[in-house]
């Protein structure tokens, strides 16, 4: 029977997903750990396969966040990522430091700065993408044929869960 590791601090109580539910192929509590934990699982072990180690997962969610707005400011930035602006503060600094990311001064405010992707953040994360899909290709490449079908079939569902998010 599989059910959730016991060393997951994470994992939720008996509870099921939709209690009460009368559909059978809801998810229960131990389905959506396992879900849960091989995500986190399958996304670590994708972080540590590609470059850009030098730099936290905060770092690198923010160089990619300032490649896909374009130039922003960091209270702008901050409230996308979720943080707060003096986190976000000390976020990027080191960013500007490597060269990653480029101070601009607001066209609006002569006060404020904008930040940007410079080149060598847009080959930063051109290189991360890259190591990580030639990652997940070759472990994809070593299922069975059956298996691989499953998980092209589970990609719709997976976009619809992410999806689920930006509601």
Not at 2 to 12: I, K, L, R, S, V
Not at 76 to 90: F, H, K, Q, Y
Request: aromatic share 2%; proline share 8%.
């Amino acid at each position: 029977m599989n059910t959730p590791e016991p060393q997951d601090p994470g994992a939720p109580d008996a509870v099921a997903l939709n209690p009460g539910a009368p559909d059978a192929g809801a998810l229960d509590a131990a389905a959506v750990a396992r879900l849960r934990l091989v995500i986190a699982r399958l996304h670590r072990r994708l972080a540590q396969s590609s470059a850009g180690q030098e730099f936290t997962f905060a770092q690198q969610s923010a160089i990619a966040r300032i490649e896909q707005h374009g130039p922003l400011r960091l209270g702008e930035l901050a409230a996308l990522e979720g943080v707060s602006a003096p986190s976000m503060t000390r976020t990027v600094g080191p960013l500007v430091t490597a060269g990653v990311v480029e101070r601009l001064p607001d066209p609006t405010d002569g006060r404020s700065f904008l930040v940007a992707i410079a080149p060598a953040g847009a080959d930063l994360l051109a290189g991360i993408r890259r190591q990580r899909s030639e990652h997940l290709a070759r472990r994809a490449e070593a299922l069975a044929p059956d298996e691989q079908a499953l998980l092209r079939a589970a990609l719709p569902v997976l976009e619809h869960l992410l999806a689920a998010d930006d509601t």
